[in-house]
C-alpha cells in the first residue's frame, strides 16, 4: 500500500484549522502530521516531522505565512518543503511574496472541501497548482513589479509551440485546458511543460508564471 501523504496545517483560526484538520484526517491517503498557529511553530514543527505539504495561512503572528514560506521552501534551503498557500483576495499582496519565497500552490479560503484535497494531493506528486482566479487577478496585478528592466521575450530559449504553452500556463489554464485549446492531448501537453521547465531551470508551474510575467511574455 502506497503510505498516506503527511499533511502539516497551520492556521491561526482555530475554527478553520479545525475544519482543515477534520477535512484531511476523513482521507484514507492523507494523514495530518500536526497542526499549530503561527509561521514560527510551522517552520519548528515541519522540521522536526518532515511533512509532505504545509498547508499554509498568510497572515499569522510571531512569523507570517510568507516568511515561514520562504525559510521552508525557498531559495538555499537544502531539504524544501512543499507549501500550499492558502489565503483571500484581500491578501493579494501577500500572497504574491508568498510565491516568490517559494509556495508551491495557492487557494481561496472559500474554496470547497474537494479543491482543497485536489490541492493538497496535486503539490504533493511535485507539481503546482495555481487557481486560475488567483494566478490572473494576483500575478497580472504585480506584473509590472516582477517584470526586470533587462531581458526581453527574443532571451528565451523556448520554441513558439513551447512559447504558445508557456503563456496558456501564464493565464492560468490547466493541462486539460491547454490540450482543448490547442487540439493538442493531455500527454503532449505534458511533455511541453516539462520541457519548458528543464529548458528554463525551473522548479514548477508557480516559477513558470513568474518567469512569463519578467520577461514580459504576457501582460
Do not use: W
Amino acid at each position: 500500500m502506497t503510505a498516506p501523504i503527511r499533511v502539516l496545517v497551520c492556521d491561526d483560526q482555530m475554527l478553520i484549522r479545525t475544519g482543515l484538520v477534520t477535512i484531511i484526517g476523513a482521507q484514507p491517503d492523507l494523514e495530518v502530521a500536526g497542526e499549530c498557529g503561527d509561521g514560527q511553530a510551522a517552520v519548528d514543527l515541519a522540521g522536526r516531522l518532515r511533512p509532505d505539504v504545509v498547508v499554509m495561512d498568510v497572515r499569522m503572528p510571531v512569523l507570517d505565512g510568507i516568511q515561514a514560506t520562504r525559510l521552508l521552501a525557498g531559495a538555499g534551503v537544502s531539504r524544501p518543503v512543499k507549501v500550499l498557500v492558502v489565503t483571500t483576495f484581500n491578501l493579494d499582496e501577500y500572497v504574491y511574496e508568498a510565491l516568490r519565497a517559494g509556495a508551491s500552490g495557492f487557494l481561496l479560503k472559500d474554496a470547497p472541501p474537494a479543491q482543497l484535497l485536489h490541492g493538497i494531493r496535486t503539490v504533493a506528486t511535485g507539481a503546482a497548482l495555481l487557481d486560475p482566479q488567483v494566478t490572473l487577478r494576483l500575478v497580472g496585478r504585480y506584473a509590472t513589479r516582477i517584470r526586470p528592466a533587462e531581458g526581453t521575450p527574443d532571451d528565451t530559449p523556448l520554441t513558439p509551440r513551447e512559447l504558445e504553452v508557456l503563456r496558456l500556463i501564464a493565464d492560468g489554464l490547466s493541462n486539460g485546458e491547454i490540450a482543448a485549446a490547442l487540439v493538442i492531448s493531455q500527454e503532449t501537453v505534458k511533455t511541453f511543460v516539462s520541457r519548458i521547465l528543464a529548458k528554463l531551470g525551473l522548479r514548477d508551474r508557480v516559477q513558470a508564471v513568474v518567469y512569463a510575467y519578467r520577461r514580459g511574455l504576457v501582460t
